[in-house]
């Protein structure tokens, strides 16, 4: 079984990711999802269940596939189960209390990991906002169409792979370049971002969040809400 070696110690439910993520690498899917209900009705909220299970657990299979540990098709297996159990419990996550923001999210350009901001975009849900997730392969035009449909607060983008980095350099100055006036807040996050907490000013970008919960508060502290 893995360490999950990207697993804070002190989190109470490390026994919990561990067998979860342990039938995941089996291929068990069915057993990995009893994990999961199993701790859901113990008491475990969606919120907790996000942070301390789902995010480490993607952020260990992402190591192990950069190990070489696992292949691109366990990876693929993994984030699909994940993803999976998330839209089975979003009618879940709907706030019945709306703050009249509003967020539209996407993965940059060719960038396919898109299960980091799924979350981001789940947690914004439950804090009330109105929330447009555009996913993955979504071109640049597009999204800026999208953004003059919603004229959303927030614009939050991902990109996980670095090389992916460029690409949000353009988008960030596209989007600008299309609402010179009253653009929103750009947001950006992924494991680039995280491993160089600067760049997200190198790519002009407005905001940066290492996570799901941290995404909410920035975004509510450039607001001032």
């Known amino acids: 079984m893995t360490t999950l070696a990207c697993y804070h110690e002190e989190i109470s439910l490390l026994d919990v990711a561990k067998n979860y993520l342990a039938h995941l ?38 190591r192990l596939w950069l190990l070489n540990k696992v292949s691109v098709a366990e990876e693929h297996f993994c984030t699909a189960a994940t993803q999976s159990l998330m839209l089975e419990l979003y009618p879940e996550i709907i706030s019945s209390h709306r703050t009249g923001t509003k967020l539209v999210s996407a993965c940059v350009g060719p960038e396919l990991h898109e ?25 640049n035009d597009q999204l800026i169409s999208a953004i003059h449909e919603r004229n959303p607060d927030i614009v939050a983008l991902s990109a996980t792979m670095s090389y992916h980095v460029p690409k949000v350099t353009e988008l960030v100055a596209a989007i600008k370049e299309a609402f010179p006036v009253k653009a929103p807040h750009i947001m ?24 799901a919960d941290r995404a909410v508060q920035v975004a509510r502290e450039a607001l001032n809400l």
Do not use: C, H
Request: proline content about 3%; charged content about 20%.
């Open 188 to 211: 950006v996050g992924g494991v680039p971002f995280n491993a160089v907490p600067d760049l997200w000013r190198t790519v002009g970008a407005d905001l940066w969040a290492v996570n």
């Open 25 to 62: 690498l089996e291929g068990k899917r069915i057993n990995a999802y009893q994990v999961i209900r199993e701790a859901l009705r113990n008491g475990l909220s969606i919120r907790d269940l996000y942070i301390t299970i789902f995010q480490p657990v993607q952020y260990e299979v992402g």
């Open 115 to 139: 299960i980091g901001v799924r979350m981001v975009t789940d947690f914004f849900e439950m804090d009330g906002w109105d929330t447009w997730y555009l996913g993955a392969a979504i071109s």
